[in-house]
């Protein structure tokens, strides 16, 4: 089977289990078996679902200062959550080929699969919402063929990326390219590093 065969399927249900209560304070319920590829899939684009109500609400021009700056710490979290999920899953890659004996010649990506796989989280959610721009009655007929357009485009990408996506597995499991992982090594959130933080001391 293919990745992304897996992989799509389990964004869709993320979203529709979040939009079922539409809250950003909502439980996860993840239904699969703990440290699973599916249960990390699913936890992933939970946490995307939730950053993506968050970054709607703390773009609301009324919002309290105090209420935004500690929804901004809420999302600068996410942010790191997501990140760390995504070297998890890039961990899953490496243990899955690591007996692939590379070919000469073989060509590293521009990117891991797990951040392959973080763009088409959010690329489930823009499908989703655009979905419901489409669906509004309140709109007007400029508004909804546009939504129609925007919509295709992000179907289309969908398939070109679940597509690129796969092709880069395949590649790597036959030995074709290889896989070179980066911590993101982020300094803002590390009081060593971030001279605002250090700079207190």
Avoid at 64 to 87: C, G, H, M, Y
Avoid at 108 to 127: F, G, Q, V, Y
Wanted: with cysteine; net charge negative.
């Amino acid at each position: 089977m293919k990745f992304t065969s897996l992989c799509n399927p389990i964004f869709v249900q993320v979203i529709e289990d979040y939009h079922k209560h539409d809250h950003v304070d909502t439980p996860i319920k993840n239904p699969y078996p703990l440290r699973s590829i599916e249960y990390y899939l699913y936890l992933k684009n939970w946490i995307d679902t939730v950053q993506w109500h968050l970054e709607d609400i703390i773009r609301d021009p009324q919002i309290d200062p105090v209420a935004a700056l500690t929804l901004k710490r809420r999302i600068d979290k996410s942010n790191q959550d997501r990140t760390d999920l995504v070297e998890l899953i890039d961990s899953y890659f490496l243990d899955q080929y690591k007996e692939v004996k590379v070919i000469e010649g073989a060509l590293i990506n521009t990117e891991s699969p797990a951040w392959a796989i973080d763009r088409l989280s959010i690329l489930a959610l823009k499908i989703y919402h655009m979905r419901k721009e489409v669906e509004r009655t309140d709109t007007t007929p400029e508004h909804h063929t546009q939504c129609e357009k925007k919509l295709a485009v992000l179907l289309e990408q969908q398939v070109d990326l679940s597509t690129a996506i796969d092709q880069l597995l395949e590649d790597i499991a036959a030995g074709r390219k290889y896989m070179k992982v980066y911590k993101q090594m982020k300094m803002y959130n590390d009081p060593a590093l971030n001279p605002v933080l250090y700079g207190k001391k």
